[in-house]
Nanobody
Framework: QVQLVESGGGSVQAGGSLRLSCAAS????????MGWFRQAPGKEREGVAA???????LYAGSVKGRFTLSKDNANQVLYLQMNILKPEDSGMYYC?????????????????WGQGTQITVSS
């Protein structure tokens, strides 16, 4: 099993940057697919980015070129660097792990979830 705790959320003006962290404990994340998801009020949870390792990443079209996902296997931390933030990036951001062997942005595939961290981007 993997336990996940997100941090780094907050409020920022449009055009600003934030970095989210997801600390994992339990099993090693070295060979585990992980991802970030977000959910705005009244909307379904959507995939933002997913990773297995360097060179094996997947981004949603809406964040490609602005967000960067990285994984520190030694310290068991997943990062999401978010630049040029837009109001539509606002929502609760969740870290997830173990998509059953698939590099995917589909929330239903992931087995483990954190509690989330809130991002608010003002215009």
């Amino acid at each position: 099993q993997v336990q996940l705790v997100e941090s780094g959320g907050g409020s920022v003006q449009a055009g600003g940057s934030l970095r989210l962290s997801c600390a994992a404990s339990g099993n090693s994340i070295r060979n585990v697919y992980m991802g970030w998801f977000r959910q705005a009020p009244g909307k379904e949870r959507e995939g933002v980015a997913a990773i297995l390792s360097v060179g094996r990443t997947l981004y949603a079209g809406s964040v490609k070129g602005r967000f960067t996902l990285s994984k520190d296997n030694a310290n068991q931390v997943l990062y999401l660097q978010m630049n040029i933030l837009k109001p539509e990036d606002s929502g609760m951001y969740y870290c997830a792990a173990d998509s059953r062997g698939f590099l995917s942005l589909h929330p239903s595939l992931y087995r483990y979830w954190g509690q989330g961290t809130q991002i608010t981007v003002s215009s």
